[in-house]
Nanobody, 124 residues
Framework: QVQLVESGGGLVQPGGSLRLSCAAS????????MGWFRQAPGKERETVAV????????NYADSVKGRFTISRDNAKNTVYLQMNSLKPEDTAVYYC?????????????????WGQGTQVTVSS
């Protein structure tokens, strides 16, 4: 089992940047595929980005490609989401999630462990 804690959210102006972090407990972090998801008020949860166990393979939602970068540091048990050129439509609660195994999937229902979320608000 793994516990996840997100941090780094906040209020930022359009065009600004934020870096989210997700710290995982346990000694087997490198065995988990990781993902970032978000949910805006009144909307369904959507996948933002996912990353393989080693970090060598990533997948992004079309809406964030070229603006967001997912990465991980297995030595620090942490996954990151660098968000640049933020837009008001990026406003949401952002969650990180983990699933054991090598299969890289963007389906949120396939992820077993979730953090509590961190609010990102993009507004002038």
């Amino acid at each position: 089992q793994v516990q996840l804690v997100e941090s780094g959210g906040g209020l930022v102006q359009p065009g600004g940047s934020l870096r989210l972090s997700c710290a995982a407990s346990g000694r087997t972090f490198s065995r988990y595929t990781m993902g970032w998801f978000r949910q805006a008020p009144g909307k369904e949860r959507e996948t933002v980005a996912v990353i393989s166990q080693s970090g060598g393979i990533t997948n992004y939602a079309d809406s964030v490609k070229g603006r967001f970068t997912i990465s991980r540091d297995n030595a620090k048990n942490t996954v990151y989401l660098q968000m640049n050129s933020l837009k008001p439509e990026d406003t949401a609660v952002y969650y990180c999630a983990a699933r054991p195994g090598t299969i890289l999937t963007t389906l949120g229902v396939r992820y077993d462990y979730w953090g509590q979320g961190t609010q990102v608000t993009v507004s002038s």
